[in-house]
């Protein structure tokens, strides 16, 4: 092992040439395959070297800036660079960004952007909110420990994949006037703790069809994810709940009169869910109604929220209209809510942050009594895959984030095994794996959802409220679409099913439940169109007034994507591409051999003399 060293420091093999620059600290990756070279950003911090050896293919570095860091960098094999970084494991730190990040070449690239089911962010964007994207939150975070750049023909680019994502996010910033994005290291209860890992893979053919078998390669086996086939075998009533609607019901909508009506009029396959929060409850043997439907039953829950009233609350304090109200811990406040290092509490609109630490014997003690009486197929998780990572300082349940994950996970499959249940989510951050088998919330981009012009009362975009217990507006009322919304989260062109590409036979996504297929009614169709692409379920949110008012749509948005959705459930998503240049025109295939064809324009296409209906689909293969 050499002990000195020089101004430029290589690593090399057929695919990739790695150059270190002892003198900036920055990386150049040049691809042998294709010629492209990717350049780190200069580093805002000063970053002074001290040492720099080489071992056959690494490159083992100290650098010295606030602390002293041990930075390791392997070459792979298979066009990856592995990065770690290391420290004294007692020091305190603040957010760490190391190392910099790679300039994007030119402006015909897209971020592959992973706050969700997916997007393709231009690199010369100026609108899509871009920031510190903490890995696992739904209000500008990842939710899976990844992100990539290609390049516009799909071919060239690279990924950086989060291999300690706990405290980690990956910021996206702009450099040289064009998007790109460097991983940011948190401390772990104030200290370094422990050593941090990265992986960037560098593709010269595949674009974020490659990018996103090669996190699925990583993720599936890191995580033990399970196809929705394994967990069947352990839960069967997931056959129910694959290729079919999911549906809360609320107000006279919850009653089994109703849901035999849906059936009758061809809802073969639905996943009926309501929450008990909201009055009326439905009648005795409900469930057992649902169930001789042929339809899955399930029922809302949320271990998360805190509410300063229970330290008030005794055992004995009963509600006589929602006996089984959620977020009701009497008397635990205090011992059941995470604390930040002051001692202060976390918040939203919604409440406080329970610590799942703290909440686990909780669980049981609700749901025992709730599932006697109705005995369901599924629960749906509020929050928990949604919120976000935090620490708790509480001297009771102290946990960093990665045990604040665990503890979730943990009662996740508590509830799954007690109950032999299946569950949902909202939202689909990854550290929970396949522990949830659907995930409700995917398809909405968050960071355009909240604080844009559906909170405007009194306006066309307005999406309601939760005043009117039996029938909340926010989730029974229709509103149109803002234009942020059809900019990008309903924009075909840059849209991408990368969360498909990965876990398609895995987990079911959906729409948010107050941005289901039928709200905004002038883009009902186009919703059953991502749909059918994605082959992903329709999501509705209705009453009997709603049903009825849309009686005959419900009924052709269910016979367009249902039907498909249970010939490829199952199935992984192989592979996704744009037919024509204006993205109009898409087509998704599956392990099974089919395959889709969407057409979003506004005429008719020829695809190999087949005749693609404007704003209509066929299906292809076995």
């Known amino acids: 092992m050499s002990k000195s060293y020089a101004k430029i420091w290589t690593l090399s093999n057929s695919n990739l040439e790695v150059q270190f620059d002892d003198k900036s600290a920055l990386l150049s990756v040049k691809d042998n395959r294709c010629g492209k070279i990717w350049k780190q950003a200069p580093i805002n911090e000063p970053y002074t070297v001290v040492k720099v050896q080489q071992k056959d293919s690494s490159l083992y570095i100290q650098l010295k800036a606030k602390m002293l860091l041990d930075v390791k960098y392997t070459l792979s094999s298979k066009s990856s660079l592995q990065v770690s970084v290391s420290s004294n494991n007692k ?14 070449p030119d402006k015909n690239h897209y971020l592959l952007q992973t706050d969700g089911e997916g997007l393709l962010l231009p690199v010369t964007d100026t609108e899509y909110p871009l920031g510190n994207g903490t890995s696992f939150y739904c209000g500008g975070g990842l939710s899976m420990a990844w992100m990539g750049i290609t390049d516009t023909d799909f071919k060239t680019g690279y990924m950086a994949i989060l291999e300690t994502p706990y405290d980690a996010a990956i910021e996206t910033r702009r450099e040289g006037g064009l998007i790109t994005y460097r991983p940011v290291w948190k401390s772990t209860m104030g200290k370094f703790g422990y050593e941090r890992k990265l992986k960037y893979v560098f593709f010269d053919e595949g674009g974020y069809v490659a990018q996103c078998k090669e996190y699925r390669n990583y993720i599936w086996k890191k995580n033990n994810v399970l196809s929705l086939a394994e967990r069947q075998k352990k839960t069967p009533s997931i056959a129910k709940m694959v290729g079919a609607v999911h549906i809360y019901v609320w107000d006279t909508g919850r009653n089994a009169e ?28 409900y469930s057992e109604k649902i169930k001789n439907l042929g339809y899955a039953i399930g029922m809302y829950d949320c271990f998360t929220d805190a509410h300063k009233r229970d330290t008030a609350l005794s055992e004995k304090t009963f509600r006589s209209e929602t006996p089984f109200w959620c977020n009701y811990y009497p008397g635990l406040y205090n011992y059941n809510v995470a604390r930040k290092k002051d001692g202060s509490v976390y918040t939203n609109s919604f409440g406080d942050y329970n610590c799942p630490v703290a909440i686990q014997p909780q669980v049981t003690k609700r749901l025992d009594p709730l599932h006697a009486v109705y005995n369901n197929d599924s629960y749906f998780l509020d929050v928990s895959q949604a919120n976000g990572l935090y620490e708790c300082y509480s001297k009771l349940h102290p946990a960093t984030r990665q045990q604040y994950a665990e503890n979730m996970v943990k009662y996740i499959n508590l509830v799954v095994d007690r109950y032999n249940v299946f569950m949902g989510a909202e939202w689909g951050a990854d550290f929970a794996g396949s522990s949830s088998v659907y995930a409700h919330g995917m398809m909405t981009l968050q960071r355009t959802w909240f604080n844009s012009d559906i909170q405007k009362k009194g306006t066309i975009y307005y999406y309601g409220n939760w005043r009117n217990n039996p029938r909340p ?53 186009k919703k059953d169109l991502f749909n059918l692409l994605y082959g992903n379920a329709p999501l509705w949110s209705i009453d009997r007034s709603c049903w009825e008012n ?73």
């Open 473 to 525: 507006t926010q989730m029974l009322s229709s509103r149109v679409a803002p234009d942020t919304y059809l900019k990008f989260s309903i924009n075909e062109y840059t849209r991408v099913p990368l969360f498909e590409l990965v876990y398609h036979d895995a987990i079911v996504t959906s729409w948010r439940w107050e941005d289901c297929n039928h709200h905004t009614p002038e883009i009902w169709w």
């Open 91 to 104: 020091l305190e730190m603040d957010d760490l960004a190391y190392p910099s990040a790679f300039v994007t």
């Open 550 to 622: 849309y009686k005959q749509t419900f009924i052709e948005s269910y016979r367009n994507i249902c039907p498909w959705l249970q010939q490829i459930g199952y199935d992984e998503m192989v592979s996704h591409r744009f037919i024509t240049p204006d993205h109009k025109v898409q087509e998704s295939v599956f392990s099974s051999g089919k395959s889709i064809i969407v057409n979003f324009g506004n005429e008719d296409y020829d695809f190999k003399g087949k005749i693609i209906r404007r704003k209509s689909y066929i299906y292809l293969g076995n």
């Open 258 to 285: 109703f849901a035999n009506e849906m059936k009758v009029s061809g809802i073969d396959k639905a996943l009926v869910l309501w929450n008990p929060n909201h009055t009326p409850y439905p009648e005795n043997g």
